[in-house]
């Protein structure tokens, strides 16, 4: 399995950024999907989450800004983001897991849980 996330950048605050991770090699039934982020000296933490029945989870730190979503068919895997900030300043990650939801996706960032991949950097500038 593997995931490889691209889309990371440099902005300005309030800006907008899509980040997409490419899987390779993962499949389930059932499953969710989600993205991560870990500023720096902070621990890594869920940001938004979906499963395979299309449910999908956000952190309150990112609901009604951030859009997850995914294209099954190209085994992609989004993250739109808009109305960034300095705090949306971190290292992002994407991580899939068999026979998990989108709620409980986002219970945890203990890396040895699921499949993971190698981060993108998004830094908002104010």
């Known amino acids: 399995v593997r995931l490889v996330e691209s889309g990371g950048a440099s902005v300005q605050a309030g800006g907008s950024l899509r980040l997409s991770c490419q899987l390779s090699?993962?499949?389930?039934?059932?499953?969710?999907l989600g993205w991560f982020r870990q500023a720096p000296g902070r621990e890594r933490v869920g940001i938004a989450a979906?499963?395979?029945?299309?449910?999908?989870k956000y952190a309150d730190s990112v609901k009604g800004r951030f859009t997850i979503s995914e294209d099954s068919g190209k085994n992609i895997l989004y993250l739109q983001m808009d109305s960034l900030n300095a705090d949306d300043t971190a290292m992002y990650y994407c991580?899939?897991?068999?026979?998990?939801?989108?709620?409980?996706?986002?219970?945890?960032?203990?890396?040895?849980?699921?499949?993971w991949g190698q981060g993108t950097q998004v830094t908002v500038s104010s």
């Open positions: 991580a899939a897991r068999v026979a998990s939801t989108a709620h409980m996706m986002l219970d945890t960032a203990d890396t040895d849980f699921g499949f």
């Open positions: 090699g993962f499949t389930a039934s059932t499953y969710s």
């Open positions: 979906i499963d395979n029945d299309g449910t999908t």
